[in-house]
């Protein structure tokens, strides 16, 4: 339990810059390397060094060890596991809504006499 | 544009902490007040009053200005702000596997003479 929310710390804290979503978003449409990723970005190689290390750390992003050019590749269970949190508590509030609804129409039911039935 | 990245900056570091993210999973369950939010937390309520700043000001939850216990209220329409970016992307990543899928078939085809026909 600890290590995922150590996970999910590490996930949202990645997501939480512009050119860490900018790398995340070039690439979604395909492995990169740090100089295809700089370019588009106005930025030095070591400021986008930075950002990549803290989306590796995170595990959003992996390099190959043994390529000349160590291109990035973005892993999907990162994104998976950050999506899955929100979406779970998205859930609990539809929910909670989907009960007042309920709720407001069993109220009104009772003072129409249940549609004029 | 910028507005909306600062807005997602906001939200992820908002969500890059394990006492928010338990405070917005609280809150997916209906509104609370300060003290009832602290009282699972084992925080000190100045401690727990600075996370709901940061949530406040990402617009992940609103307080009623009004109310004698100003109750937290969870909004919404920011988690799925986060979520849809995640999910363009994840969208974009899942084309690609598609195309990838697609041309191993082809290739595939090729060679065994498109399913022995």
Known sequence: MQLTEERLDATFTALADPTRRAIIA???????????????????????????????????????????FRP???????????VEWIEEHRRLWDERFDKLDAHLRD??????GKGDA
């Not at 990035?72 to 950050?82: G, N, W, Y």
């Open 26 to 68: 070039r690439l979604a449409k395909g492995d990169a390397t740090v100089n295809e990723l700089a370019a588009p970005l106005e930025m030095t190689l070591p400021g986008v060094s930075k950002h990549l290390k803290v989306l590796e750390r995170s595990g959003l992003i992996s390099r190959s060890r043994r390529a000349q």
């Open 72 to 82: 990035c590749h973005l892993e999907r269970a990162e994104l998976d596991e950050a």
């Open 107 to 112: 109220i009104q039911d009772g003072r129409t």
